[in-house]
């Protein structure tokens, strides 16, 4: 149980595009899904949290219109990175925060970004 | 604010050993959950075992188990019988819980090797 999975799980794309990662809770509901990016041999850095049917919450520093966040159902949310240029190229991870068990999140696999 | 510490970037272990990776964190709240997630090279975020802050027992998951000391603010993961497969990342991490904003605070990780 607990199954989250992301897509795609790697992308390359041209400077300047827009790109979308889908975040999908496989088994279970999911009221809030957050969005970290980590860097190579670092942790995970928080970027935003999402909520069914309102807007998202973005932490301090990260750029809310270039980093679209849809929370359109309990099982999905969406992360576009718009207009992405090469500084973009990272590790964008989901989580999932399940409806019964609200204090633990489950993770997604990851999708590796590489702006050109 | 809270702040989780992993005072050991790197740590080895033999094969079938015990190995005992550190955590410490910084909290003013008395209700709160703790989080151990492994990340193995597939750059997955695993769950390994979770521990409620008024739960007075220390959590167990097979080979791992922690020391859970609220006094002291620490929360250790001990594995035992290490195998090559627990080679990985892995992150403490903390929740404030119920009232809380849900977001995880990560400590930066401790790089654990396991020598066949």
């Excluded at chain 1, 860097?39 to 980093?67: C, H, I, R, W």
């Excluded at chain 2, 997630?37 to 075992?49: A, D, E, F, G, T």
């Excluded at chain 2, 220390?58 to 006094?71: D, G, I, M």
Aim: aromatic share 12%; glycine share 6%; proline share 4%.
């Amino acid at each position: 149980g607990a199954v989250v999975s992301q897509h795609p799980s790697w992308v390359i794309c041209k400077s300047g595009t827009s790109v979308k990662i889908e975040c999908r809770s496989l088994d279970f509901q999911a009221t809030t899904m957050f969005w970290y990016r980590q860097f190579p041999k670092q942790s995970l850095m928080l970027m935003a949290t999402s909520n069914e049917g309102s807007k998202a919450t973005y932490e301090q520093g990260v750029e809310k219109d270039k980093f679209l966040i849809n929370h359109a159902s309990l099982t999905l949310s969406t992360l576009t990175v718009t207009s992405a240029h090469p500084e973009d190229s990272s590790f964008y991870i989901c989580s999932a925060l399940g409806l019964a068990v609200t204090d633990t999140q489950y993770f997604g696999p990851g999708t590796r970004l590489t702006v050109l | 604010a809270q702040t989780v510490t992993q005072s050991q970037p790197e740590m080895s272990v033999q094969e079938a050993e015990t190995v005992t990776l550190s955590c410490t964190y910084d909290t003013s709240e008395s209700d709160y959950y703790l989080f151990w997630y492994k990340q193995p090279p597939s750059r997955q975020m695993i769950l390994v075992i979770r521990q409620e802050a008024y739960k007075q027992q220390n959590a167990t998951e097979n080979r791992f188990s922690v020391n859970f000391q609220k006094a002291a603010k620490s929360f250790s993961l001990k594995i035992s019988d290490s195998q090559l497969g627990d080679a990985a990342m892995y992150f403490c991490a903390y929740n404030p819980g119920q009232g809380g904003s849900e977001k995880l605070v990560f400590g930066k990780g401790t790089k654990l090797t396991v020598n066949p």
